[in-house]
């Protein structure tokens, strides 16, 4: 399963949320799991308690910092397809003939 989330805290008294970012990716980055960050969020390949499991400890630590947390996911499940983190992409450059700027 691909899941992509972010995780946006409100009431911290800034309008930067690089701080935050950086304790979720090192929580992600931790966890094993193969992802993959981008500006608008982050993907995670896995099974749905280990993607849930995770994504719940990254929603935990920023409600320890914040008063309100904004938590987003999108679920891509299919059966009998592993490595999509990267097979995803691969297949759509293999179509077009080129690679994709990353």
Do not use: Q
Not at 22 to 42: E, F, Q, R, W
Not at 64 to 73: G, L, Q, S
Not at 78 to 89: D, F, L, Q
């Amino acid at each position: 399963m691909l899941v992509e989330f972010s995780i946006v805290p409100v009431g911290t008294g800034s309008s930067s949320i690089g701080d935050h970012l950086v304790d979720i990716l090192n929580i992600v980055d931790k966890s094993g799991l193969p992802y993959k960050a981008n500006p608008m969020g982050t993907v995670i390949e896995g099974s749905w308690d280990s993607v849930f499991g995770l994504i719940k400890r990254c929603h935990t630590k920023i409600m320890k910092d914040a008063n309100r947390a904004v938590t987003t996911i999108t679920i891509d499940d299919r059966k009998g397809k592993p490595n999509r983190i990267n097979k995803k992409v691969e297949s759509i450059e293999r179509r077009l003939g080129r690679t994709l700027k990353k």
